[in-house]
């Protein structure tokens, strides 16, 4: 049995006697009969002179539009204040202004007025308070340390705690027995405190 081309003459017949073309076509808006006005041409771009040119209808958005439309930041939020630059940069150096200047002309004014010496006079106790502080840490982490390399050195706590007991009897039976030697140490002790206050 030998294939035909019935089938596909027929389908060629049908195609060629149908009304309707195969690629399908906008419907066209109706237009009045008094003011019949020329249709643009859906495939050109350009327009018939003295018409508007009609605008494509608009696609629907895709998924990932519609995502970034969501997404958007609030207009009021994303708001953006632009400030106009200066031109006239001369003008306000010529009259003294900016805040630079003035706070140049505040400092000049201040080292002229002499205020420096009534300013190191008012600091100097607590300058004072402040580097007896950081003298005291220094030294006593200092301190700390020579004590502790001492303490690993085996018997070396407790001879230095003997000597130190020696030395306090010793002090104690020369300068405390008398009243005369009392007093002069307490003396002593007054004149290299006033020494450390400054009085």
């Known amino acids: 049995m030998e294939p035909t081309d019935e089938p596909l003459q027929a389908a060629e017949s049908a195609d060629s006697t149908s009304s309707e073309p195969a690629?399908?076509?906008?419907?066209?808006?109706?237009?009045?009969?008094?003011?019949?006005?020329?249709?643009?041409?859906?495939?050109?771009?350009?327009a018939p002179e003295g018409t508007a040119a009609v605008a494509p209808e608009p696609e629907p958005p895709s998924a990932a539009e519609g995502a970034a439309a969501d997404t958007a930041p609030d207009p009021v939020i994303a708001s953006t204040v632009t400030i106009p630059a200066q031109d006239n940069q001369d003008n306000t150096e010529q009259e003294g202004g900016g805040e630079w200047n003035l706070l140049v002309e505040k400092i000049k004014a201040w080292i002229d007025s002499n205020a420096l010496g009534s300013l190191w006079t008012q600091a100097q106790l607590p300058l004072r308070v402040i580097g007896g502080v950081i003298l005291f840490v220094i030294v006593s982490t200092i301190y700390s340390g020579i004590l502790g390399t001492i303490n690993k050195v085996p018997l070396a706590p407790g001879l230095l705690e003997l000597f130190g007991v020696i030395w306090l009897v010793n002090y104690a039976s020369s300068n405390l027995v008398r009243s005369s030697d009392r007093k002069r140490v307490i003396d002593a002790l007054g004149s290299t405190w006033n020494k450390i206050v400054g009085r």
Do not use: L
């Open 23 to 46: 690629i399908p076509v906008p419907p066209r808006p109706a237009t009045s009969e008094a003011d019949p006005a020329p249709i643009a041409d859906p495939e050109s771009n350009t």
